[in-house]
């Protein structure tokens, strides 16, 4: 009878158990379904091409090579310098786990939506899939139907190993304020606030709300990609790195 006891017991808790790892599940998932999708508005007629930087960051140790890999970065030095790095930092220099790193790219303007220019190409792998890649292997930086309308995918379940993808990430060229900035996709932690980001990044809550079509900052979700412009010092160490990389392709070069 305790036997029988112990097992109705035991089977009441397993089935307990996976009532409520489902529940998890369907919880994790509907939060991240409910991010909405990162669109940046780039208006900028004048200047359809420019330099952009996205927040990203790995659960477990990484590398800058691996960074620039993934992302198609040409030059490590973009990176250190967009992190403002050691300037002897090389692709073996560590990132930590969930470590966030500024990663910078070209952006491109078109029908008054910023979207990077051609880059990154990422080939698929096996077992992947188009929500992965977006999820995981991207962090989650866009929603795997951007990656299949990007790349005419019919079929989102029928990908080829070894395709290469195009992984379209959020971007704008667009001044702010009358400003030149440079437009920083920031990736959202948990329990960030907007007025703690614009506080971290030397922008003012309003401007964030109004360059994200925000209506209440409450709405603020973690996971959102925000668009974040960056000035003074940001874009200046941008901009810097960009000139020490051309000078050194022409020592290289001559």
């Keep these: 009878k305790k036997e029988k006891m112990f097992a109705g017991k035991g089977a ?3 089935s307990r158990a996976v009532a409520l790892a489902a529940i998890a599940v369907v919880a994790c998932v509907g939060l991240t379904q409910a991010q909405p999708e990162a669109r940046f508005n780039c208006n900028s007629a004048n200047i359809p091409t420019c330099r952009a930087l996205i927040s990203y960051s790995h659960p477990n140790t990484t590398t800058l090579g691996d960074i620039q890999k993934l992302f198609n970065v040409k030059h490590i030095l973009d990176i250190v310098g967009a992190n403002n790095l050691p300037s002897n930092a090389t692709k073996t220099y560590a990132v930590g786990p969930n470590e966030v790193v500024k990663v910078p790219f070209p952006c491109r303007c078109s029908n008054n939506t910023g979207l990077s220019d051609r880059v990154p190409l990422y080939r698929i792998k096996k ?12 962090a989650g930086l866009m ?10 995918i019919a079929n989102a379940n029928n990908i080829t190993t070894g395709d290469m993808l195009y ?3 959020p971007c704008s060229c667009d001044e702010v304020g009358g400003k030149s900035v440079v437009h920083y996709a920031h990736l ?28 209440d900052p409450k709405n603020l979700q973690a996971g959102q990609i925000l668009d974040v412009p960056l000035q003074g010092t940001y874009r200046f160490q941008l901009n810097s790195i960009q000139f020490l990389s051309f000078f050194l392709k022409c020592i290289l070069y001559y």
């Design 143 to 152: 929603k795997w139907p951007q990656i299949q309308v990007a790349n005419n």
């Design 12 to 14: 009441v808790w397993f």
């Design 188 to 215: 959202v932690a948990p329990q960030s606030t907007v007025e703690g980001i614009a506080e971290e990044f030397g922008t003012t809550q309003q401007i964030l709300l109004n360059l994200n079509g925000i209506s």
């Design 167 to 169: 992984i379209p990430l």
């Design 127 to 138: 077992g992947d899939t188009l929500y992965y890649i977006a999820t995981t292997t991207f």
